[in-house]
């Protein structure tokens, strides 16, 4: 299959990789001739890395490579059958973008966006044809990362997510459907993980590396959420908060917070800036964790209720199924568990009641139970039954 990529930085160039190394013929573009040849350069690097490794042949490598045409010229993406944009987020560049591929495709081409928490009806929208408009998300690293959501538009015609589906898979990544709205399955409960966190520091209950400490320990999350916003970079995690937070008509629980937005302000991405929430400079001393057992279960106990509350939440809108919910995140972001599988084992009349506790306590929005908790213990159900 003929595919293009518009935009060759990580993202576009680790989808680059994923489909090349599938057997596609891909055209990666970038406007910028520098950053195309860089792009160029860094996969010749890494498929030759992968061969020295033993992950391929060296004659894969070069095959694999071979695949990728670079260009800094549109017109060269004319005779695409699949376009998968990955460019800055912002949604009216997104537009004009697309109205200017759709004017160099043919009719059957199909209109990839790889956005993480944009409207694609809004993309779509600046389409004559916006039934061929479609969401894929990848995740970053690209060629590691299994996940990917696939989201169809209003507009989208309903034969296409079957065949998207099925592309997906032929790249041999995990496909899961989401429903439309503000950061689709990943990106919208992940929030909590972020949010709740921050909420804790700024309470001063405890500080960075203890709170990180009670996830990985207790929780067995690969990373905690400071030391994973402040690897995903804060010019990006914070922009996906704020792009949450407006995009569900400021809905209190997405609510982002002062701590990340002045570190966004003061350019402390993270370990991209050498500073985030940690100093990541070369004689930086490495705080120390305070160990008190009741401390860190109150930390993670607190987080993960409301990691649950939101799946529990995504699902009650019909976001995704539970199990694309539990997928998303165990393969999108490497939790250790789904979490509406976590929520049955963790008891639902246990999840009301730590949820209640914290409303009553707070009289605040973000602290709402929801809705289908109630309901599935009215019914004696579980998510899984």
């Known amino acids: 299959m003929k595919i293009g990529i518009v935009g060759s930085g990580a993202m576009g160039?680790?989808?680059?990789?994923?489909?090349?190394?599938?057997?596609?013929?891909?055209l990666l573009y970038d406007s910028n001739p520098l950053a195309v040849e860089k792009a160029g350069q860094n996969l010749e690097?890494?498929?030759?890395?992968?061969?020295e490794k033993g992950k391929m042949t060296f004659g894969e490598a070069e095959t694999y490579f071979d695949n990728i045409r670079l260009s800094d010229k549109l017109s060269e993406l004319k005779d695409s059958e699949l376009i998968i944009e990955?460019?800055?987020?912002?949604?009216?560049?997104?537009?004009?973008?697309?109205?200017?591929?759709?004017?160099?495709?043919?009719?059957?081409?199909?209109?990839?966006?790889?956005?993480?928490?944009?409207?694609?009806?809004?993309?779509?929208?600046?389409?004559?044809?916006p039934e061929r408009v479609i969401g894929i998300h990848f995740f970053n690293p690209a060629p590691l990362m299994a996940l990917v959501e696939v989201i169809p538009a209003v507009q989208t015609d309903k034969d296409l997510?079957?065949?998207?589906?099925?592309?997906?898979?032929?790249?041999?990544?995990?496909?899961?459907?989401?429903?439309?709205?503000?950061?689709?399955?990943?990106?919208?409960?992940?929030?909590?993980?972020?949010?709740?966190?921050?909420?804790?520091?700024?309470?001063?209950?405890?500080?960075?590396?203890?709170?990180?400490?009670?996830?990985?320990?207790?929780?067995?999350?690969?990373?905690?959420?400071?030391?994973?916003?402040?690897?995903?970079?804060?010019?990006?995690?914070?922009?996906?908060?704020?792009?949450?937070?407006?995009?569900?008509?400021y809905d209190p629980k997405f609510k982002p917070s002062f701590t990340q937005k002045r570190l966004f302000e003061a350019g402390y991405f993270g370990r991209k800036s050498g500073k985030g929430f940690y100093d990541y400079s070369q004689n930086a001393e490495q705080p120390k964790p305070n160990d008190n057992p009741e401390l860190l279960e109150l930390i993670f106990k607190r987080i993960l209720v409301m990691l649950m509350n939101e799946a529990s939440d995504a699902y009650s809108l019909n976001i995704a199924s539970a199990e694309d919910i539990d997928l998303a995140m165990t393969k999108?972001?490497?939790?250790?568990?789904?979490?509406?599988?976590?929520?049955?084992?963790f008891g639902l009349e246990n999840l009301q009641n730590e949820l209640d506790e914290l409303y009553n306590f707070y009289h605040e929005d973000?602290?709402?139970?929801?809705?289908?908790?109630?309901?599935?213990?009215?019914?004696?159900?579980k998510f899984y039954n």
């Open 161 to 249: 997510v079957s065949k998207v589906k099925s592309l997906v898979e032929s790249w041999k990544k995990l496909p899961v459907i989401a429903k439309d709205t503000p950061g689709f399955i990943v990106n919208r409960v992940a929030r909590p993980f972020y949010g709740e966190a921050i909420r804790i520091l700024e309470e001063g209950i405890a500080d960075c590396v203890t709170i990180d400490f009670a996830m990985t320990s207790l929780g067995r999350f690969k990373m905690g959420p400071f030391q994973l916003m402040d690897f995903i970079g804060h010019d990006v995690n914070y922009r996906v908060t704020e792009s949450v937070f407006k995009e569900f008509f």
């Open 45 to 51: 690097a890494h498929f030759q890395k992968l061969a």
């Open 86 to 129: 990955a460019i800055i987020e912002d949604l009216e560049i997104k537009k004009v973008l697309f109205q200017k591929l759709e004017s160099l495709v043919s009719e059957d081409c199909i209109l990839a966006t790889n956005t993480s928490s944009l409207s694609i009806a809004s993309i779509a929208s600046a389409c004559q044809k």
């Open 332 to 345: 999108g972001v490497n939790y250790p568990k789904g979490l509406l599988k976590w929520a049955d084992e």
């Open 13 to 26: 160039s680790g989808i680059a990789q994923v489909l090349a190394t599938a057997g596609n013929e891909v």
């Open 366 to 381: 973000r602290y709402r139970c929801s809705p289908i908790i109630r309901n599935l213990l009215k019914q004696n159900r």
